[in-house]
């Protein structure tokens, strides 16, 4: 730890925030016994969705804006990310660039560099070091603050819309869709499934960066199977920091790497409601020489990709 780190303080709203919601998770975990099946699933099935709000909505459309979206997705994307309760669009997509920009150094808002349990969620206990804030002063976001779904987002957080998203929306849906106890579900559906959604999207700042094979670059993120099944095939972090402009955020097609996102994007695509997906497709011919297969053409490595 460096002389800066040891100076940093505690973020003890954000911090207190996060133990809270943990608080609530565990108030969850005793009510699963008592909620209707239905309510169950409905928890289970807010995993993926709110999970495609931030991989397929805030980090690859709106951080890294590998593929365009229409007005529909986009909107659909927006709430989704609402109600993983996530921060907002801006500040996660913002943030998010500062992180590739500054991986594992001291103005990354999660530097792997200082350990696992950092990584995961300690840097939501500790005052921001001030080489992030700095480092993203000089991130362009002018994309961000032009998007009109964005900036919506962004004024209606203080007014509560993201936390009405995460927790009472799902309670409702249950009370009035099928007579669930409203605070059952609010316990179960809100706060539970928030924090495993939570839980799914920080390992890929942890486990991502610490564990798994690295067959794209000497760097510290990886591919970890395990982080792609947990957070809707994000966890093929090495090939994403080696080529952060590919929508797929993975070298191959659902059938060789676990990718419900980039199967959400192509069904899209299938409909004229996504374009201009974004390829690493020179990384293929390159990888065609490493591996020594003369035989293999770029069309087949393609058709294999998508």
């Known amino acids: 730890m460096t002389a800066d780190e040891q100076k940093l303080g505690w973020n003890f709203f954000l911090g207190g925030y996060i133990t809270l919601v943990h ?9 699963l016994a008592i909620v ?7 928890a289970f099935a807010l995993w993926p969705i709110t999970g495609l709000g931030v991989t397929a909505g805030s980090h690859r459309l709106w951080a890294h804006r590998s593929y365009q979206a229409t007005f529909p997705v986009r909107l659909a994307l927006m709430l989704c990310h609402s109600i993983s309760n996530q921060g907002t669009i801006f500040h996660w997509a913002h943030h998010h660039r500062v992180h590739h920009k500054h991986s594992e150094t001291d103005a990354d808002p999660h530097n792997a560099s200082r350990g696992f349990l950092f990584a995961h969620c300690g840097w939501c206990f500790s005052q921001r070091h001030p080489a992030v804030d700095t480092a993203a002063a000089a991130v362009p976001c002018d994309d961000l603050l032009a998007d009109p779904l964005v ?36 316990w179960v559906a809100g706060a539970l499934r ?7 999207t920080w390992l890929v700042n942890s486990a991502a960066h ?5 067959p794209y670059g000497a760097i510290a993120p990886a591919e970890n199977a395990l982080v792609a099944l947990a957070a809707m095939g994000e966890g093929w972090h090495n090939w994403h920091h080696t080529y952060p402009y590919d929508y797929a955020a993975s070298e191959f097609g659902i059938t060789s790497q676990f990718n419900p996102t980039k199967l959400f994007i192509d069904a899209c695509a299938a409909f004229g409601l996504v374009s201009k997906r ?6 293929w011919q390159s990888r065609k020489l490493r591996l020594k297969q003369p035989n293999s053409s770029p069309t087949a490595a393609a058709q294999k990709a998508q």
Not at 194 to 200: D, P, Q, R
Not at 278 to 283: D, E, L, V, Y
Request: hydrophobic share 55%.
């Open 210 to 214: 610490f564990w798994g094979a690295r």
């Open 36 to 42: 209707s099946w239905k309510t169950a699933l409905w």
């Open 194 to 200: 928030y924090v495993w959604v939570l839980h799914c």
């Open 278 to 283: 974004k390829r690493a497709t020179g990384a």
């Open 151 to 186: 900036m919506f987002q962004l004024h209606a957080r203080p007014w509560g819309f993201d936390p009405f998203m995460c927790f009472a929306f799902p309670a409702l849906v249950a009370r009035y869709g099928w007579g669930e106890n409203v605070w059952a579900a609010f």
């Open 23 to 31: 608080a609530g998770a565990l108030i969850g975990v005793r009510y």
